[in-house]
Nanobody, 124 residues
């Protein structure tokens, strides 16, 4: 089993920045985390959950939704079982609950493991 816990959400003005973090814990979490593509999903009120970004098991490959490309950066630390999402130049449309998830395949919005989420609110 793997438990994922997100942190770092909050309220920020448009143009501001936030850094989300996610820590994996639980039995076999280290093995599962370090061998999985992990990433972030988000869900805005009234909308379906959507892909935001992924990073491969060794950090060598990343992918971003077109809506966040150039503004968000995903990174991971396998020694610490953590994945982060640096979000810059935030816009109101980024307002959503952000979830850490693994494993992620392609740009899927589904994963076997997902955290409880952290709220990001961007005011105009």
């Amino acid at each position: 089993q793997v438990q994922l816990a997100e942190s770092g959400g909050g309220l920020v003005q448009a143009g501001g920045s936030l850094r989300l973090s996610c820590a994996a814990s639980g039995r076999a979490s280290g093995r599962i985390f370090s061998t999985s593509t992990v990433g972030w999903l988000r869900q805005a009120p009234g909308k379906e959950r959507e892909f935001v970004a992924t990073i491969s098991w060794n950090g060598g490959s990343t992918d971003y939704a077109d809506s966040v490309k150039g503004r968000f950066t995903i990174s991971r630390d396998n020694a610490a079982n953590t994945v982060s999402l640096q979000m810059n130049n935030l816009i109101p449309e980024d307002t959503a609950v952000y979830y850490c998830a693994l494993p992620l395949y392609g740009r899927s919005n589904r994963a076997a493991y997902r955290g409880q989420g952290t709220q990001v609110t961007v005011s105009s």
